[in-house]
């Protein structure tokens, strides 16, 4: 049986702890013994555990271990890793998402593991911070790249930019996409009208935005397309799903706009199917993205999708044959792409049709049977 140690920063909303769930639910129990580490969900952030328990495995946490960094915080998490580590033995440690890929790998090496992978799902290395700190974090992944024993990218375009950064090579790093439990998205037709009547609307064009409230996913400039857009289509709304810090400040920014009537702060919803099935379109304007899991649910659900053209974003979606791509940052841009979705069905039916035919390349059971699939080659290489 070998031992597989799972860390993540955190089990918060998101594709990350949905895949590291699928992971440890999914890998064959009769080859793998899989256990997950996590750190606490930072304030305001919803969290997966329960998602987890649901799956029937338990979760190791480690309160120290947090996104934020915390020299202290960050020592204490280290030497609680370097004690579980040494506590059960694995053969590979696989980490996820930033700060646990660092404290994760170090402790790893230090602990002697024969194989260290890690999973990059999304990245830090442009759009978030000022130069000094970015230039710090690319050193610092290139220094963990030589601790690793595979580098996992969820896009082509993701794995493009992480070489280009000069982190790994092209021996190192693979891409494995995404891989998540589509089923529920497939037929909708029970679910429609339950979000429409929830929000007292009917056959108005509704526009929706699933992401957090945080300032990569850049939400102003959909509010401010959506002002845009309601001078063509005065009856159209605008869903906003998702919670986050930038909560308030976006829900004052859209009543300085004047379009407070039009607009739907629903925060965190986990009936995400109900919310596809009313939407005549997706839309996400992130600043920079890794393979974004609403876009892909979208897809799965025969929505149109409208987003910027971001990092792994390009993998998802061919402009005007999945989906429509806009530059960051450009709110005539995307609202002129909106207004041609809800005014042109026929184009937004083709697209959605399309990008729904080629969806279930993501699917869980595929991501699992490729991450078997590494974990085999590597121990096959270290055993000859």
């Known amino acids: 049986m070998i031992k597989i140690l799972r860390i993540i920063t955190r089990l918060n909303i998101g594709g990350p702890a949905i895949h590291v769930i699928s992971l440890n639910d999914g890998l064959d129990k009769k080859k793998f013994k899989s256990y997950l580490v996590t750190g606490k969900e930072g304030e305001g ?27 202290i915080k960050d020592l204490i998490a280290l030497f609680k890793l370097i004690k579980l580590i040494r506590k059960i033995k694995p053969y590979i440690v696989h980490t996820h998402t930033a ?40 050193f ?6 030589l601790l690793s024993t595979r580098i996992i990218t969820i896009s082509p375009h993701q794995m493009e930019e992480i070489l280009s950064f000069k982190i790994g090579n092209k021996q ?9 439990p589509l089923e529920r998205f497939y037929d909708l037709s029970s679910k429609k009208g339950f979000l429409r009547n929830e929000l007292g609307i009917s056959d108005c064009p509704l526009v929706g935005i699933i992401a957090r409230l945080v300032p990569i ?34 829900e004052r920014y859209a009543k300085s706009l004047g379009i407070e009537k039009s607009t739907f702060f629903l925060g965190f919803r986990d009936d995400l199917d109900k919310i596809y099935a009313d939407l005549d ?7 920079n993205e890794g393979l974004p899991v609403c876009i892909i649910e979208a897809q799965a659900s025969g929505i ?9 974003v390009v993998d998802l979606i061919t402009d005007r044959k999945t989906g429509l791509l806009v530059p960051k940052k450009d709110p005539s ?15 937004a039916r083709k697209m959605a049709d399309l990008a729904r035919k080629e969806v279930n390349k993501y699917e869980e059971k595929r991501l699992i049977k490729d991450i078997e699939a590494l974990y085999e080659e590597l121990i096959a290489k270290l055993k000859y």
């Open 45 to 71: 952030e919803g969290s997966m555990l329960g998602l987890a328990k649901e799956r029937g495995f338990d979760v190791i946490v480690i309160p120290e271990l947090e996104r934020e960094i915390s020299p």
């Open 99 to 138: 700060k646990a890929g660092f404290l994760g790998r170090l402790a790893a090496r230090l602990c002697g593991v024969k194989i260290i992978i890690h999973t990059f799902h999304g990245h830090v290395l442009h759009s978030y911070f000022g130069k000094i700190k970015t230039d710090f974090f690319i």
């Open 140 to 145: 610092l992944e290139r220094m963990l790249s």
């Open 172 to 180: 190192r790093v693979v891409v494995i996409p995404l891989g998540l």
């Open 217 to 250: 996913k850049d939400i102003g400039t959909f509010l401010l397309s959506a002002k845009l857009v309601l001078v063509d289509i005065p009856n159209a709304k605008f869903a906003i799903v998702g919670d986050g810090p930038l909560l308030d400040e976006m």
């Open 281 to 287: 379109c997706l839309v996400l304007c992130s600043l």
């Open 304 to 312: 149109p999708v409208i987003a910027t053209s971001v990092g792994g």
């Open 333 to 347: 841009a995307l609202a002129e792409a909106i207004k041609q979705v809800l005014q042109n069905r026929e184009l």
